[in-house]
Every structure is written in structure tokens, then in C-alpha cells.
């Protein structure tokens, strides 16, 4: 099944506790992206990657970070996360490239609370 | 700077009726896509619909229409036929070159019995 896979779905963490949130994806699509759902914000794009090794910062990055070592897989990572990050997060993926809409696939998010 | 405008917070509309939401969208770029997504309770987000921004007609995908009017930088989301299943949260987002995204706030629909 075509998917994309986050996890932790839910974690509790404490400030300054570094945490990664994994995203993989098995569509074998270039795009990769990360976005966090705030109430009355809508979705805000975090950190993107057209492909492996390429990553770009998205409109809110301060705070995170990214990487994309294999194709399928985009984590997130908070080195030193505050009260302010506690947030709904998506990962999501799609192909690129002309005659494609670039629609995102999404995983199923992650709720994090950082207290 | 880019961004997507969703004015309506809430909407209600009567089942088996049309009802349209709003979206306008701003960006000196060219070359960009424009989609709606819906997010049920359940927290989901599932694709709906895409318009290319030079696409000469309309999109269509079953009861969903995009309404775009480009002089006028809209892409209203049109539901005809409102099931109690359309009850959901709808964003409208906009891809431009060089694929980043922009997202709306977001509009609530209930469907009333």
C-alpha cells in the first residue's frame, strides 16, 4: 500500500529533551516536505527536499532540522524543543517534474507536546 | 510575498445543497498549482482537486469543482450535492516554482441533515 509512515504519532516530551520524528515514504517520490497545523495558522511548511542530499527551508524553520540521506526517508529533528513547538506535525511527499501536479501524499501526523 | 486567503472560518450548508468556499491567493510567480484539501475529524488531510495555473479550464473531480478566475487570484472550491460526510475542515494551498507550499487557514463546513 502506497503510504507514508510518521512516527511517533503522539509524544510528551519535556524542554530541551532533542527528539526526531521519522518520515518515510515507499512511493519512491523526490519531493519530501514537513509542515506544522496550529490552530487558526492552517498548515506552515517547515523544511522541504526536491531530493536526496537537497533541503530548503520552508517558511517557518527556526528551530528544526532535516536531513535526506535516502530517498524514502525525511526526518525531523528538534534539537532543543520549547513550549512553542508543541504542535500537530505532517510529513509529506509527492513526485516533481513536469506533467505531474506535485499533489502532497500525507502521512498520518504527529501530535507533539513539549511541556 | 506569497499567501493564501481564506476568509470564511465556518460554513454551514444544507445537505443535497452546493455551497462554495473561498479562496484567494497571491504570488508574483507565474507558474503555480493551486489545491484543496480536506481534513475530517479524524485528522487526515486527503486531496481533493488541482489547478494548474495554466490550465485553461476549470477542474473537475465528481462532486468537487475549482471555480478559477485568475484576474481576480481566486480558486473557490465548489461542493455540489453536500453529503453529512462533507463535514470537515478544507484548505486551500498553492505550490509556486521552486516547490514550496503556502496553505490557507482553513474553512470548517458542516453539513446540516
Known amino acids: 500500500e502506497a503510504q507514508v509512515t510518521q512516527n511517533p504519532r503522539y509524544l510528551i516530551t519535556v524542554t530541551g529533551k532533542k527528539l526526531t520524528v521519522t518520515c518515510s515514504q515507499n512511493m519512491n517520490h523526490e519531493y519530501m516536505s514537513w509542515y506544522r497545523q496550529d490552530p487558526g495558522l492552517g498548515l506552515r511548511q517547515i523544511y522541504y527536499?526536491?531530493?536526496?542530499?537537497?533541503?530548503d527551508k520552508g517558511d517557518v524553520p527556526e528551530g528544526y532540522k532535516v536531513s535526506r540521506k535516502e530517498k524514502r526517508n525525511f526526518p525531523l529533528i528538534l534539537e532543543s524543543p520549547s513550549p512553542n513547538q508543541t504542535s500537530l506535525y505532517f510529513c509529506?511527499?509527492?513526485?516533481?517534474?513536469?506533467?505531474?501536479?506535485?499533489?502532497?501524499?500525507f502521512g498520518e501526523g504527529s501530535r507533539l507536546t513539549v511541556l | 510575498a506569497q499567501k493564501i486567503t481564506q476568509t470564511q472560518p465556518g460554513m454551514f450548508v444544507q445537505e443535497k445543497e452546493a455551497v462554495t468556499l473561498d479562496c484567494t491567493y497571491d504570488t508574483s510567480d507565474p507558474s503555480y498549482g493551486l489545491f484543496w484539501y480536506k481534513q475530517p475529524s479524524s485528522g487526515e488531510m486527503i486531496f481533493l482537486i488541482y489547478?494548474?495555473?495554466?490550465?485553461?479550464q476549470n477542474a473537475t473531480e465528481g462532486r468537487y469543482s475549482l471555480n478559477f478566475q485568475k484576474a481576480r487570484k481566486s480558486a473557490n472550491l465548489v461542493i455540489s450535492a453536500s453529503q453529512l460526510g462533507d463535514s470537515a475542515m478544507y484548505f486551500c494551498?498553492?505550490?509556486?516554482?521552486?516547490?514550496?507550499?503556502?496553505f490557507g487557514t482553513g474553512t470548517s463546513l458542516t453539513v446540516i441533515p
Open positions: 509529506a511527499s509527492s513526485l516533481s517534474g513536469a506533467g505531474n501536479t506535485g499533489e502532497l501524499f
Open positions: 527536499s526536491m531530493n536526496v542530499e537537497v533541503t
Open positions: 489547478q494548474g495555473s495554466y490550465d485553461q
Open positions: 494551498a498553492m505550490r509556486i516554482t521552486g516547490n514550496q507550499f503556502y
